[in-house]
């Protein structure tokens, strides 16, 4: 199925379109998402969208047409997709190729947007002042209200009251598209196979900030280190690489270089019992890896590996309140060759750099997401 939110800003589109995602089974994404992607690739396509972007122009309809067909091309939006904020024009509506099955258009008046954006929303961005907001309705309506009339002429307009509360919009958006919810769910697309996400990388890389951005998605987590430092806590030593070093080698030498996943084991099992998609935080060698595949034969383990420059990562290591003498050549080292790590990060199955702000890693991170979800 695919999908097409269209409103003024405030009318709910990220709320619906979030929601929807999940009930349906298909990712949710704004054109905004595709163009800042983009923009980060040393491509000459996005050097093109970046210096485009930043002189504050509009990418142009053909160019625009061109770089949304082609992103959702990819195999993760095969079954369908939610967009928003495209198409915006008429030209962008009529030359779009990839069949558009409804266009859902939440109606709210100028008012309430300007109400709930200014006066209602706690985190109001610097650009949403009131004469930016009005002039941005403005353009909404010179641009997109001859794009509704071409979707209600081919008879895919389902126009909403968006003015209600989520829940009945969420339930007549459902209705329009000849759905309903049945026990709180929908029933139209299952995952058929499990899958582990193991994330994987250096100290300091980020994997817990990874891990709780899994975690906001609602996805159940094994962490392998905690075994490592739960010991040490327990028994009141140091959290210093010396200390880590020798747990370490004592619990390989005892289960070999797979301990942390075969003492993790029940554990996974019963995550997985939750979900049909799990967070492994901080898998480390690459025998841990292979055992997951060997005990999980019918689970999917995709390796995600966290990267990020030395000279951040140390730094980030050095603010840490707790352990943060952990860090350094040798550390770095003997998780690359002592324990093995350096397979799980050559063979990652995504890498994902950290080395900019938060919100540029959560982008990341929500593409390798819905790619790894909705990707049988």
Do not use: C
């Not at 030209?91 to 008012?111: C, R, T």
């Not at 709180?184 to 996400?197: A, L, V």
């Not at 994997?207 to 998605?217: C, I, L, N, P």
């Amino acid at each position: 199925m695919k999908l097409v939110l269209i409103g003024i800003q405030g009318s709910g589109k990220s709320t619906q379109g979030n929601l929807l995602s999940k009930q349906l089974g298909i990712p949710y994404l704004s054109t905004g998402h595709i163009f800042r992607q983009l923009a980060k690739e040393k491509t000459a396509l996005g050097h093109y969208i970046k210096v485009v972007m930043n002189t504050g122009l509009l990418i142009p309809d053909e160019k625009t047409i061109e770089i949304v067909n082609s992103y959702l091309s990819r195999p993760e939006y095969k079954k369908g997709y939610i967009l928003d904020g495209f198409p915006r024009t008429l030209s962008q509506a009529k030359e779009y190729s990839n069949n558009v099955d409804k266009v859902i258009y939440l109606k709210i008046p100028d008012k309430e947007a300007i109400y709930r954006l200014v006066y209602r929303n706690s985190q109001v961005r610097e650009d949403e002042t009131i004469p930016a907001i009005k002039k941005r309705i403005e353009q909404f309506k010179k641009f997109t209200i001859p794009v509704l009339e071409y979707y209600k002429k081919v008879k895919k307009l389902a126009e909403i009251d968006g003015t209600q509360k989520i829940e009945t919009v969420n339930e007549e958006i459902l209705k329009s598209l000849g759905k309903r919810l049945v026990k709180n769910k929908i029933e139209s697309w299952q995952m058929k196979n499990k899958k582990i996400i193991a994330v994987v990388g250096l100290p300091g890389v980020g994997k817990s900030d990874a891990t709780d951005f899994f975690k906001s998605k609602g996805l159940p987590t094994v962490s392998f280190g905690e075994i490592i430092n739960e010991y040490i806590d327990k028994n009141h030593l140091p959290h210093v690489e010396k200390t880590h070093k020798k747990i370490r080698l004592e619990l390989r030498q005892k289960h070999g270089m797979a301990a942390l996943a075969i003492m993790n084991e029940r554990k996974i099992k019963e995550a997985m019992k939750k979900s049909m998609v799990i967070i492994i935080d901080g898998l480390r060698s690459w025998q841990e890896y292979l055992y997951l595949k060997k005990t999980f034969p019918k689970v999917k383990v995709y390796l995600l590996a966290i990267y990020a420059d030395k000279h951040l990562r140390w730094a980030r290591l050095l603010k840490r309140v707790k352990r943060n003498k952990l860090y350094g050549e040798k550390r770095d080292l003997d998780e690359l060759l002592g324990i093995n790590m350096a397979p799980t990060i050559a063979y990652a199955d995504f890498l994902v750099k950290n080395n900019f702000s938060i919100i540029d890693f959560h982008d990341k991170l929500d593409e390798v997401y819905r790619t790894i979800f909705y990707l049988e």
